[in-house]
């Protein structure tokens, strides 16, 4: 079988779709691949920077490790702003649904809101609310979601910072993105897309 038999998704065989998932799970592994792409992609991404956007990445990941944070936080901090050439808007809630199948819970929530919580450092520049961050308060991860901006996030854009380089954060990215996806023993049973209400 070279492509399925069906035109419309309600007409597909099981065949069909034993067929796709092979070729899903066999595409699925290159994951890791197109990640460290779309990280050198920043290199040409957004400018006005004293550091190129991958530079940022990769200075917020060596904060991180140089903190002592673990594997997933390091992770988080490397992919973080993965979402800014496709979703300059949102690229937070992008980035946090690419890594949410394989961590805690807790560093998708952070990746997810780093957006609103760094605009604490230059939204009054523009008559914004610096603050919009307290609406999550008390949120159990609001304290490690002002940390992640404050230590990796805005710090990182010093063009003499050593930095270390993608290939040393390549094997940390593999190990993550080798784990079964939505493993309810890495990522716990709360839905961390959901807002509390």
Known sequence: ??????????????????FLDGLEEEFNKGL????????????????GYQVSRLEHSLQSASRAE????????????????LGDDLAPYNHSQLAASIIRPYVRAEVTWVVQHHGVFQSYYYAHHFGE?????????????????????????????????????????EPMLRRIFSRKPFDPEVIGEEDPLVEES
């Open 66 to 81: 140089a903190d002592g944070a673990d594997e997933e936080m390091i992770i988080a901090a490397l992919l973080h702003d």
């Open 32 to 47: 890791v691949d197109r990640l460290l792409h779309a990280l050198r992609s920043l290199e040409h991404s957004l400018s």
């Open 1 to 18: 079988m070279k492509t399925v038999s069906f035109r419309q998704m309600k007409e597909g065989t099981r065949e069909d779709y034993v």
């Open 129 to 169: 609310n610096p603050n919009e961050r307290d609406r999550y308060r008390n949120h159990p991860w609001y304290r490690t979601c002002v940390e992640f901006c404050e230590r990796y996030d805005q710090a990182s854009f010093d063009p003499d910072y050593p930095t270390s380089p993608l290939a040393h954060f």
